[in-house]
């Protein structure tokens, strides 16, 4: 089992910047890939970002591209995505979530946090 826990969430405005964390606990999460994904009202959830499981390997949507960076710290079980000129279409919730797999699907995620809100004023 692993228990993933985000934070850093908040209002922020156009052009600004945020960072999001993710707490893991539980075993082993150094052998998992991670990954960012974010779901807006009406929306379903997409995929933004992941990770493998040394960081040496990171995949983002076209959305996120040149924005957003995916980063991760074993020692600290914490893995981490940093979002710069963010945008209104940017707002939603941002769950982290573990797989086994490198993928952006997100049925192939086994475990999730309870997400963070970002909200983007114009």
């Known amino acids: 089992q692993v228990q993933l826990v985000e934070s850093g969430g908040g209002l922020v405005q156009a052009g600004g910047s945020l960072r999001l964390s993710c707490a893991a606990s539980?075993?082993?999460?150094?052998?998992?890939?991670m990954g960012w994904f974010r779901q807006a009202p009406g929306k379903e959830r997409e995929f933004v970002a992941t990770?493998?499981?040394?960081?040496?390997?990171?995949y983002y949507a076209d959305s996120a591209k040149g924005r957003f960076t995916i980063s991760r710290d074993n020692a600290k079980n914490t893995v981490y995505l940093q979002m710069n000129s963010l945008k209104p279409e940017d707002a939603a919730v941002y769950y982290c979530?573990?797989?086994?797999?490198?993928?952006?699907?997100?049925?192939?995620?086994?475990?999730w946090g309870q997400g963070t809100q970002v909200t983007v004023s114009s």
């Open positions: 979530a573990a797989s086994q797999d490198q993928t952006i699907y997100a049925f192939a995620y086994n475990y």
């Open positions: 539980g075993r082993s999460f150094s052998s998992y890939f």
């Open positions: 990770i493998s499981w040394s960081g040496g390997s990171t």
